[in-house]
């Protein structure tokens, strides 16, 4: 069993940074794709950023792409997630999941084995 907490969230403005990091335990980090998805207030939870155990395999959703980056410290077991020009749209809870599989950058929220409990990001406009 996998767990996974999520940290780093906040309060920023538009136009600000923040980095969610996510530390895993109870498995072999290297066994597992990371994701980062997030949930706004009364919408579905989206996919956001995905890596391979490598690092070789990146996908990002389209809205992110260029601000957000991705990236792993497998000695760490840890994911980050960085978050550069924030949007008031950027507002949500985000959450780090892990998908058993080593190779390739699962997109799909259904794909994931293992949930964190969540980290709010606010962006004020």
């Known amino acids: 069993q996998v767990q996974l907490v999520e940290s780093g969230g906040g309060l920023v403005q538009a136009g600000g940074s923040l980095r969610v990091s996510c530390v895993g335990s109870g498995g072999t980090f290297t066994d597992y794709a990371m994701g980062w998805f997030r949930q706004a207030p009364g919408k579905e939870r989206e996919f956001v950023a995905a890596i391979s155990w490598s690092s070789v395999d990146i996908a990002y959703e389209a809205s992110v792409k260029g601000r957000f980056t991705i990236s792993r410290d497998n000695a760490k077991k840890t994911v980050f997630l960085q978050m550069n020009s924030l949007k008031p749209e950027d507002t949500a809870v985000y959450f780090c999941?892990?998908?058993?599989?080593?190779?390739?950058?699962?997109?799909?929220?259904?794909?994931?084995?293992?949930w964190g409990q969540g980290t709010q990001v606010t962006v004020s406009s």
């Open positions: 999941a892990a998908k058993w599989q080593r190779f390739g950058a699962p997109t799909r929220r259904h794909d994931y084995n293992f």
